[in-house]
């Protein structure tokens, strides 16, 4: 089974950047958020009654995709991801109403359900952006977008809440406000702290 890294975040952080930025410098194998393929999203867009649609099929994708992912003989990449989708998003859409208690409470039946089922991904990288800059990269991508600039700070104490409870050596932090999309400064800190959970335990190591 290969192992598994996942680049979480914000809207319009730079998580999809950052992926394409790392399939330049290593062989993965990647699985990205796909916004266009999605049945729901765009109807979710403009009638939140497809909220709840919306959700559960992209948590189902995104265990598809690690299951591929995990099934694949190099290392596994992956944009966004099942934790992301729940702890993110379905809870930044229950905040806003835009799911009911009862739908959130079924959300998070189905992610517990395939959480139980696939490991946790080995290494988490966490992406963090000042609001404006958020607020630039979302305004100039052609993509439908539920999230916006504005809901960046309540989205990162859901995702801060959420890795509280992952151990602090499977965690990542990096601050990408003052970086370019091409990534140049975080790309060789993923890949060294890759190379280093990659590699052997040393002798005697517990």
């Known amino acids: 089974m290969s192992k598994l890294i996942d680049v979480v975040g914000a809207s319009g952080v730079g998580k999809t950047a950052l992926v394409r930025a790392l399939m330049k410098a290593y062989l993965f194998e990647a699985a990205y958020e796909s916004h266009a393929d999605r049945p729901f999203q765009a109807l979710f867009k403009n009638d939140s009654r497809y909220a709840l649609a919306n959700q559960i099929d992209y948590m189902l ?19 966004g991801g099942l934790d992301l989708d729940f702890h993110g998003f ?30 946790r991904p080995e290494l988490i990288i966490h992406l963090r952006a000042d609001e404006i800059t958020v607020a630039r990269r979302l305004s100039t991508r052609d993509r439908i977008n539920i999230a916006n600039a504005e809901d960046t700070a309540v989205f990162n104490s859901f995702l801060d809440e959420w890795l509280a409870t992952i151990p602090p050596e499977h965690v990542l932090e990096l601050d990408v406000s003052n970086e370019t999309l091409a990534y140049e400064r975080s790309v060789p ?16 190591a517990i």
Do not use: M, N
Not at 189 to 204: C, D, K, N, T, W
């Open 90 to 119: 379905t809870r930044l859409f229950h905040r806003r109403c835009l799911l009911t208690d009862s739908e959130f409470d079924l959300c998070q039946r189905v992610y517990s359900f395939l959480r139980e089922l696939l490991p």
């Open 61 to 79: 994708l995104r265990a598809e995709q690690e299951k591929r992912l995990r099934s694949s003989p190099q290392l596994g990449l992956i944009d």
């Open 189 to 204: 800190i993923v890949l060294s702290r890759i190379q280093r959970f990659l590699a052997p335990p040393s002798p005697g």
